[in-house]
């Protein structure tokens, strides 16, 4: 893997768990990969699914994670975790906010006139 690509992948597991600690969830961010980052967020969304869904429910909601689509996904993907499935659209979804503040608060060079 490329530098720029870890340094990619640490700046998604940061914002995730950054988001997360809002609502108190006990992730670290000190992980070494992404692939173990979404192995620790699965299991502990599987444990909100079997012991606080409503608390799941709302974090979902909070981060804009689409209803229609996770419902979707979890209809057509049978051999996969739910956890699996939402960890992976919680990373999706903040990964996607990364990019819409870099593509809005870059400096495209426009005079300041322009600017508003």
Same mark, same amino acid.
């Given at each position: 893997?490329?530098?720029?690509?870890?340094?990619? !992948?640490?700046?998604?597991?940061? !914002?995730?768990?950054?988001?997360? @600690?809002?609502? @108190?969830?006990?992730?670290?961010?000190?992980?070494?990969?992404?692939?173990?980052?979404?192995?620790? #967020?699965?299991?502990?969304?599987?444990?909100?699914?079997?012991?606080?869904?409503? &608390?799941?429910?709302?974090?979902?909601?909070?981060? *804009?994670?689409?209803?229609?689509?996770?419902? !979707?996904?979890?209809?057509?993907?049978?051999?996969?975790?739910?956890? *699996?499935?939402? %960890?992976?659209?919680?990373?999706?979804? @903040?990964?996607?906010?990364? &990019? %819409?503040?870099? #593509?809005?608060?870059?400096?495209?060079? *426009?005079? *300041?006139?322009?600017?508003?």
């Amino acid at each position: 893997m490329h530098k720029k690509e870890m340094m990619a !992948e640490n700046e998604i597991i940061k !914002e995730v768990v950054n988001e997360l @600690q809002k609502f @108190q969830f006990e992730i670290s961010a000190e992980v070494v990969s992404m692939n173990a980052f979404k192995k620790l #967020l699965s299991d502990h969304i599987n444990y909100l699914i079997t012991n606080d869904f409503s &608390r799941l429910i709302s974090v979902l909601y909070r981060l *804009d994670i689409s209803e229609k689509k996770l419902k !979707e996904l979890l209809k057509n993907s049978i051999n996969t975790s739910a956890g *699996d499935i939402i %960890a992976e659209m919680i990373i999706e979804r @903040q990964a996607e906010k990364i &990019r %819409a503040r870099k #593509l809005f608060s870059g400096d495209d060079g *426009d005079c *300041d006139e322009e600017k508003w």
